[in-house]
């Protein structure tokens, strides 16, 4: 039985369950008057109650079962394996990989060993799933037998379901905040092999990207140079260049949309606005490439300007028009939920529109607009596509807009293409890259927080 059928079969048995003994609690209800104290709790948690009796633990013995199937087979597959004489110890993996992946169709043309290991792996996987389907089942029956002795007309079945939910949101936390943790601590202890073979130092203030090395110390590039300002220069550019575009637009397109704009004229432009957020970044990527980074050249020269074909300017541009609606939309929301008192007061001392919207309500909503500024920088820090095809991968040491560079996730993409082996310098660079990342992201954090916590102790 497949693991949908598995699941479904739960599903069912669970809403019988909490169809039966919702209605029961409803009859017993309605047989024993008014003056009834099961009254206090509402039929359905009683049926909520006993259809989790049935459905977790299945569920959990199902997760664990999942979990240990496939290493218990494998385990299994290789002990007889060993017993029969048929691989290595050096090769049993790949073995059992080129097993696994026959095709049925193909059973007939290959050779009788392979047939042999192929007919003992699928009797195995048969034999699994149908104690597994056996074991989940039964024990869902049971337990659902169980609750609906269990859970009586006494039992706080609403306080039980309460903490169950509390339980899983608390659960769902946990794996956010451990999911992060995860992360954190793999970028940073691969980080550490790589500065192991690396020094810091002149990883964080080398001049020169070059992270190609030779396989054999006598070909040409076997001196990799791993310095990574020029990234970190080329982020900050292309980064800056985006925020000169997305902050003034945005904004000024927020105080126009909450203070000036009619409600029809907004209920148009807002919804058109916020589209641009969910353009796929390769069709701008494409943007820019096609379009943007050529009519720049053919400008700049006209004006006498060298300009390269692929520039931090043209990436920039572009790449400011993605993240206005990340401006825009929260500056718009913050503008508009600042209480009308504020705007009344102002007007009524005989400041101007304007001046209400530049003295009162910007300061007043400017933690909500840091918020999205900082949003529409971590975006514009994390874009790959864009600059990929519209600023290059040349990691240049420049300030001038106008010539090709890289980033740092253009050149985390870079290194991580392909097969890599995880033991060198080079693939390792990936991971310091994205400790610097994290850093920088931790950094900006700080700051919004900060000014955040400081206009927010005035206006409150």
Not at 174 to 190: D, M, Q
Request: proline residues 3%.
């Amino acid at each position: 039985m497949s693991l949908s059928a598995i699941i479904f079969i739960l599903c069912l048995l669970a809403a019988f369950n909490f169809f039966i003994k919702k209605q029961k609690i409803y009859a017993l209800q309605l047989s024993q008057g008014t003056n009834n104290k099961v009254k206090q709790t509402l039929p359905k948690y009683f049926g909520y109650v006993a259809a989790l009796w049935s459905l977790i633990p299945a569920l959990l013995v199902l997760l664990v079962i999942e979990i240990i199937d496939e290493p218990l087979i494998k385990n299994n597959l290789t002990q007889y394996m060993q017993a029969e004489n048929i691989a290595t110890a050096d090769n049993y993996d790949l073995y059992l990989n080129e097993i696994k992946n026959i095709d049925i169709n193909q059973i007939n043309s290959i050779d009788e060993t392979k047939k042999k290991i192929h007919t003992h792996y699928y009797n195995l996987q048969s034999i699994a799933r149908n104690a597994k389907a056996v074991t989940v089942l039964a024990l869902a029956v049971l337990m659902a037998l169980f609750g609906l002795k269990k859970v009586k007309s006494q039992t706080p079945a609403r306080i039980y379901f309460e903490k169950f939910i509390e339980i899983i949101l608390l659960i769902a936390a946990s794996i956010a905040i451990l999911t992060t943790v995860g992360i954190v601590l793999s970028v940073l202890f691969e980080s550490i092999r790589f500065f192991g073979e690396i020094p810091i130092v002149d990883f964080m203030f080398g001049l020169d990207w070059s992270p190609q090395t030779a396989i054999r110390s006598d070909q040409v590039g076997s001196s990799a140079a791993f310095g990574a300002v020029p990234l970190f220069i080329g982020t900050m550019l292309i980064s800056t260049v985006a925020l000169f575009i997305a902050v003034p637009l945005g904004l000024m397109s927020a105080i126009f949309l909450s203070e000036y704009a009619s409600s029809k004229f907004r209920s148009i432009a807002k919804p058109v606005l916020e589209i641009l957020a969910g353009i796929p970044t390769v069709v701008y990527g494409f943007f820019a490439a096609l379009t943007v980074a050529p009519f720049i050249r053919s400008f700049g020269e006209s004006l006498g300007l060298s300009v390269a074909s692929e520039s931090a300017l043209a990436a920039g541009l572009v790449m400011g028009i993605m993240i206005i609606p990340f401006v825009s939309s929260l500056a718009d929301d913050v503008i508009s939920a600042v209480p009308n008192a504020m705007r009344e007061g102002s007007l009524g001392l005989g400041a101007t529109k304007s001046e209400t919207i530049v003295k009162v309500l910007i300061p007043a909503a400017l933690p909500g607009i840091v918020g999205g500024v900082l949003l529409a920088a971590s975006r514009a820090i994390g874009e790959t596509m864009i600059v990929v095809m519209a600023a290059g991968l040349a990691a240049n040491l420049t300030v001038n807009p106008l010539n090709a560079v890289t980033t740092v996730t253009v050149q985390i993409v870079t290194l991580l293409t392909g097969d890599q082996e995880f033991n060198s310098a080079k693939t390792l660079a990936a991971f310091a890259l994205g400790l610097m990342l994290f850093i920088t992201t931790l950094v900006l954090n700080v700051i919004a927080l900060h000014v955040v916590r400081k206009y927010r102790e005035q206006y409150e």
